[in-house]
């Protein structure tokens, strides 16, 4: 491989691997399931043309992640899996606040929220990476909030009464 082919994956490693593994690990639940999606996007990247500017490689990565996770769960094998027993511990990244509910909430509540807080982009912009109208990202992004504000609220209640 030409080394500066290598720079080049190198870099776009840097650059978007952890937000990478944000997208898809709220979207599996799994962390060993989110670095295959991952990992199946560079490859993916391997074989993509040349992008016109960082903003457009970046809605790049994050709709192949998307679409990704998407495949990934609806396949025979997701559906048809049994969880571990819980005698058997798994490892998974302790984020036990406001981003694990976020992974509690229905996909396009999730998707829009974290596009919006963790990634920084507006309205216009999470509707051309979710290919959907301004007005339904608009509004998933508003029930979205109350659903999640339901979920910590819940939470709370449940610590305290404890």
Known sequence: MDPSHVALI???VNAYSDMLIRIAYQRTGSMADAEDIVQETFIRFLKAPPFSDEEHKKAWFIRVAINLCNDFNKSFWRKNILPLSETIPAEEPA???????LRRLPGRYRDT???YYYEGYNIPEIARLLDAKENSVS??????RKKLKMLVGD???QYESN
Do not use: M, T, V
């Not at 509004?139 to 979205?144: A, F, I, K, P």
């Open 10 to 12: 190198q870099e776009a």
């Open 95 to 101: 984020d036990n606040g406001l981003f694990d509910q």
């Open 113 to 115: 929220l974290y596009l």
């Open 139 to 144: 509004s998933w992004l508003n029930r979205g």
């Open 155 to 157: 939470e709370e209640y």
